[in-house]
């Protein structure tokens, strides 16, 4: 049973609903190896869940998570160290292997791990007072799984200053530079988030799926698209989308999610 994380499923799975994944570490939800392995499992209940159609991951009213716990860190040899980063960066990473779209509403920090972690979320929704950035470096660290999501996301350019200095971004320069996606306020960022999850509720569940896998392929997207596109003509929602669009036009389909 989690200790850190707490993870709300849609009551009937039969009816497509939107999850919830809570973290819980207070009073600053700093990531530790267990919190991180635990957020990990829970992506994958929620990436089987035929209910999920979609995933908002929140930390609470006053803070995301305001990075990785040093204490744990500095504790490491450089054997330990070496084993556990291929387990760490897979499960910082994990959001990305959720097929449905995901969402990370962030309150009050949201540093080191906690905006490696919501970077591999689709969207990222922040308060108005909300700091960020990649203090690794500090440290004496860099950021085990977000350089590269960083640099495809704002740029090299940006991304370099923001991992090299490990300077504190504010809400604005994080929206200019497209680190965020929407910027609202404080107490408007959960139920935000929520409310652009809702929207998948009634969509077709597979073709959501094959576009993240086509995004989430890089530099390989284009045969990713190739392979996704063609497995989609063995669906009901593909089925039903083309008959419904060819008979009364775009955006009257009622998908099935199968």
């Not at 209910?51 to 990075?67: I, K, P, T």
Request: charged content about 20%; some cysteine.
């Amino acid at each position: 049973m989690a200790e850190f994380v707490t993870l709300e499923l849609p009551e009937d799975p039969a009816v497509r609903g939107v999850a919830v994944l809570r973290i819980d570490r207070p009073p600053l939800n700093l990531l530790n190896a267990q919190l991180v392995r635990e957020v990990a499992d829970a992506a994958a209940v929620v990436a089987a869940h035929p209910g999920v159609a979609a995933l908002v991951v929140y930390g609470d009213e006053r803070v995301f998570c305001a990075g990785d716990d040093l204490a744990e860190l500095s504790g490491l040899g450089p054997d330990q160290a070496e084993a556990m980063a291929a387990d760490l960066q897979a499960a910082l990473g994990c959001l990305a292997k959720v097929p449905q779209p995901t969402v990370a509403a962030i309150s009050g920090y949201c540093l080191g791990g906690g905006l490696e972690l919501a970077l591999a979320a689709d969207r990222r929704i922040i308060g108005d007072n909300v700091k960020l950035g990649l203090p690794q470096i500090k440290a004496g660290l860099i950021p085990l799984a977000g350089i590269r999501r960083l640099s495809l996301l704002i740029g090299s350019g940006p991304a370099k200053d923001l991992v090299y200095t490990g300077r504190f971004v504010e809400p604005d320069e994080a929206l200019t530079l497209g680190l965020v996606d929407e910027v609202v306020a404080p107490d408007d960022v959960y139920t935000t988030a929520i409310r652009w999850a809702q929207q998948f509720t009634d969509g077709p569940t597979r073709a959501l799926a094959a576009a993240k896998a086509v995004f989430e392929a890089g530099p390989h997207g284009l045969d990713r698209a190739r392979t996704e596109w063609a497995a989609l003509f063995t669906t009901e929602d593909r089925r039903i989308g083309t008959e419904s669009y060819l008979a009364d036009g775009p955006g009257s389909a009622t998908f099935v999610g199968r």
